[in-house]
T-cell receptor, first 113, second 111 residues
Framework: DGGITQSPKYLFRKEGQNVTLSCEQNLNHDAMYWYRQDPGQGLRLIYYSQIVNDFQKGDIAEGYSVSREKKESFPLTVTSAQKNPTAFYLC????????????FGDGTRLSIL | GQQVMQIPQYQHVQEGEDFTTYCNSSTTLSNIQWYKQRPGGHPVFLIQLVKSGEVKKQKRLTFQFGEAKKNSSLHITATQTTDVGTYFCAGPPGSQGNLIFGKGTKLSVKP
């Protein structure tokens, strides 16, 4: 079955620590995205990538970093500079560009210890 | 900045009642997409509307895209407990923009 796999499902971060959230897709999609979802809020775009080795900042990129070394993978690092990282993080992918419907992973819930 | 507003934020209905959520954009959208997120789950794509004035149906769900391509609605007839979740609209402003998501309407259905 094709899909998007996010891991881990739950993650706890200590103060001053960087953590990396994994996102892998086997849908052969060119575009991948990272969103942050807070309770009662919509999805806010952190970073997106439309092609390997290229990515762009979204609306709330500060305190986050990404890489896109392979088409299938788009890991997100939450750095210690992100002072309020507790949220639900969703990875998504779509065919070619951001106009197309997006397929989401199951998400990672990040909390502060 | 560009915004997509959704109302209401919450809706509580008795099973069998109808439900409608409305989506309004501050700019013209090239298309409108609707997603459903079950409690504890992830958003799942429901439908995409592209044409001005377009209406699409999926069983008890009816989706409309406004004539000016700045608003949309989702109507559910005779809600069931399986309809519980948060419904999001999303649209890209222009042909190259990223999706902008509304904050969603959380639907609860009392059996």
């Amino acid at each position: 079955d094709g899909g998007i796999t996010q891991s881990p499902k739950y993650l706890f971060r200590k103060e001053g620590q960087n953590v990396t959230l994994s996102c892998e897709q086997n849908l052969n999609h060119d575009a991948m995205y990272w969103y942050r979802q807070d309770p009662g809020q919509g999805l806010r775009l952190i970073y997106y990538s439309q092609i390997v080795n290229d990515f762009q900042k979204g609306d709330i990129a500060e305190g986050y970093s990404v890489s896109r070394e392979k088409k299938e993978s788009f890991p997100l690092t939450v750095t210690s500079a992100q002072k309020n990282p507790t949220a639900f993080y969703l990875c998504a992918s779509s065919i070619r560009n951001s106009n197309q419907p997006q397929h989401f992973g199951d998400g990672t819930r990040l909390s502060i210890l | 900045g560009q915004q997509v507003m959704q109302i209401p934020q919450y809706q509580h209905v008795q099973e069998g009642e109808d439900f409608t959520t409305y989506c309004n954009s501050s700019t013209t959208l090239s298309n409108i997409q609707w997603y459903k997120q079950r409690p504890g789950g992830h958003p799942v794509f429901l439908i995409q509307l592209v044409k001005s004035g377009e209406v699409k149906k999926q069983k008890r769900l009816t989706f409309q895209f406004g004539e000016a391509k700045k608003n949309s609605s989702l109507h559910i007839t005779a809600t069931q407990t399986t309809d519980v979740g948060t419904y999001f609209c999303a649209g890209p402003p222009g042909s190259q923009g990223n999706l902008i998501f509304g904050k969603g309407t959380k639907l609860s259905v009392k059996p």
